[in-house]
């Protein structure tokens, strides 16, 4: 599973089919697009249609024997630092070609939900005429709801599961050896392409 970029349009966005009422995306609404550079760097495309990247500044920063403790949360190594930023300016992109940015909208009807896409052209980093609707499509939403309430649910049995006494003081600590073994498997040779399934078989 490739990544992706985040874009921001300030330029107006066409209507949504028949929607009663013209959509608002939130400011700084971050849309999703594969046609920048795939390495979840923030764009945005200002209200004159002109494309900026967000360029931020990182230092080395090393961690505190508390912070590594925490952090050593069952592999073999870890880093003794973090890279942590200390700047952040808009630069402005060059770049010419078409960009589509696209998102999933949860609740966009009582009982339904939306996929939306958009597309504009780009030229020497200057948007060439408006935005355009790609493809709008609405879905009932009571899957995904039913989905979502079982992942609910099976979380809150897990929490509960966790307060018992055989996890509190003897499940936690078989999870962490199991997980240093297959991490330590996996970091040696990556061979056992299936071995999470093992993995989770072993675990309380």
Same mark, same amino acid.
């Given at each position: ?29 971050q849309?999703?697009?594969k ?9 945005r ?20 024997? #508390?912070? +590594? %403790? ?5 592999g &073999? ?5 973090? !890279? ?8 402005k992109?060059?770049f010419?070609?078409y960009?589509n940015?696209?998102d ?12 939306v ?8 980093s200057v ?6 609707l ?8 009571k899957?995904?709801?039913k ?11 897990r929490? #509960?599961y +966790? %307060? ?5 003081? &003897?499940?936690?600590?078989w999870?962490? !050896? ?8 996996r ?7 299936n ?10």
């Amino acid at each position: 599973m490739g990544m992706f970029d985040y874009v921001e349009c300030e330029m107006e966005l066409p209507k949504l089919g028949d929607h009663p009422h013209s959509w608002e995306w939130k400011n700084e609404h971050q849309f999703q697009t594969k046609d920048l550079a795939n390495a979840l760097i923030e764009y945005r495309i200002d209200k004159e249609g002109v494309l900026y990247h967000k360029k931020i500044e990182y230092e080395k920063r090393y961690l505190t024997d #508390e912070e +590594q %403790k925490d952090k050593d949360s069952g592999g &073999f190594w870890h880093p003794m630092w973090n !890279l942590e930023p200390v700047s952040e300016e808009w630069v402005k992109e060059d770049f010419t070609g078409y960009i589509n940015f696209y998102d999933f909208i949860h609740d966009f009807e009582e009982d339904e939900d939306a996929w939306v896409e958009y597309k504009v052209h780009i030229k020497d980093s200057v948007v060439q005429g408006q935005v355009e609707l790609v493809e709008f499509k609405k879905q009932c939403s009571k899957e995904r709801k039913k989905s979502s309430e079982k992942i609910k649910s099976a979380m809150k049995a897990r929490r #509960e599961y +966790q %307060k018992k006494w055989r996890y509190r003081f &003897f499940g936690q600590y078989w999870n962490s !050896l199991i997980n240093r073994v297959f991490r330590g498997v996996r970091w040696v040779g990556n061979k056992l392409d299936n071995s999470w399934k093992l993995e989770e078989k072993l675990k309380f």
